[in-house]
């Protein structure tokens, strides 16, 4: 109680000695608070947050958002081109692959109707283009290193046609030929005829000496061949052609074996014997072309004008020579009275006039009426 004296009577004193008591007294109050409190309400409450204290881990959004730019920034590169053939015109629709250094593929697309193509979002790293398009060569570009946010313009991608595969077989000439006779042997003229030495073929494959034999005796001895010395020695019968035979069987009998003979020897000196010592080929090549005149001398001339083993035309000493020799051989069978070299002449005169009516006749009429003869000739 004694203590509050002084302050009761220093308010009795007046207004102003009362200021400078609670001025004094807030002086002893503020005294008495620790400083870091002071400084913490200077601070405030922001500063428990505050992010620039250096220890402080940053928050998982603003990882997501550094990882997203990298990312990005990785695959942001850009390959382009356009595919061209050798002219230069664009080429669509092609396969474009972007692939890795190793191989493996990475991207593909179709080239667009200008021909361009375009990868975009490519990582860094080192690539290769490849290409491929119907009817040209596949490419394949030079490997190439893409950089960040590189845009690679491919030069050069130019298609190629694509060169055929051939496949080639190399067949011996005589199988060729051995085939091409099989086919001969089948023609004969109105189904009945043969006609077994007209080659449709025009550049067929040459005989060998085996193959000229074979096809003579296939020839020689057909049915049909028989039946036409049969009838040629009635109709000399008929006439009493070579007197010295005689009439009756035993005169048709050699009139037969004689037009036989002549026949088989004719045919081999000819088709066989002549053509493989000499390497001609003894068939008459069909033209089928040209003008009636180039035809009808084609078929004229061929019983003059031979084609070799080789290819080569030649005179046909084979049938001038078969002819002249079976001539010469027929004096050993003919009545006396008619040999000489009247007869050999005569019936080299007959074999030589007879080829060249056969040979108009191959020309112009047989394939009409042949079956089998399906080339067309030259």
Do not use: C
């Amino acid at each position: 109680m004694a203590s509050s004296l002084p302050w009761k009577r220093a308010l009795e004193k007046g207004p102003v000695p009362r200021l400078h008591i609670v001025l004094v007294s807030a002086s002893l109050v503020l005294s008495m608070v620790p400083a870091g409190a002071l400084a913490q309400q200077r601070t405030g409450e922001p500063a428990k947050n505050s992010t620039s204290l250096p220890n402080m881990p940053l928050p998982n959004s603003a990882l997501q958002n550094s990882g997203q730019q990298t990312l990005h920034e990785e695959g942001s590169s850009t390959v382009a081109g356009t595919v061209v053939d050798a002219s230069g015109g664009t080429i669509s629709g092609a396969d474009v692959s972007l692939m890795h250094e190793d191989g493996t593929q990475s991207h593909t697309m179709v080239s667009e109707a200008d021909g361009e193509f375009n990868f975009t979002n490519i990582p860094a790293g080192s690539y290769l283009v490849t290409v491929n398009a119907k009817g040209f060569a596949a490419f394949t570009s030079t490997e190439f290193d893409l950089a960040v946010k590189q845009i690679y313009k491919v030069p050069s991608v130019l298609l190629s046609v694509a060169t055929a595969n051939l496949e080639v077989t190399v067949r011996p000439g005589d199988l060729i030929a051995a085939e091409q006779i099989r086919a001969e042997e089948k023609q004969r003229i109105g189904g009945v005829l043969p006609d077994f030495y007209t080659s449709y073929v025009y550049n067929a494959a040459p005989l060998t000496s085996k193959q000229k034999f074979s096809l003579a005796t296939h020839a020689t001895f057909d049915p049909v061949a028989m039946l036409g010395v049969g009838v040629a020695a009635g109709i000399e019968q008929a006439n009493n052609s070579f007197a010295g035979y005689g009439q009756g069987a035993a005169g048709y009998s050699k009139r037969f074996a004689a037009k036989f003979v002549d026949g088989r020897s004719s045919d081999y000196l000819t088709h066989a014997v002549f053509p493989a010592l000499l390497h001609q080929d003894p068939r008459y090549y069909y033209q089928g072309s040209g003008s009636v005149k180039s035809r009808l001398m084609h078929a004229i001339n061929s019983a003059f004008v031979a084609r070799s083993d080789s290819g080569r035309t030649m005179p046909n000493y084979s049938y001038l020579l078969g002819d002249l020799t079976a001539g010469a051989l027929s004096n050993l069978y003919y009545p006396k009275a008619n040999r000489g070299a009247g007869l050999v002449f005569t019936n080299t005169a007959v074999g030589l006039g007879g080829r060249i009516g056969l040979n108009i006749v191959r020309e112009f009429f047989s394939k009409r009426v042949t079956p089998n003869a399906s080339v067309d000739g030259k």
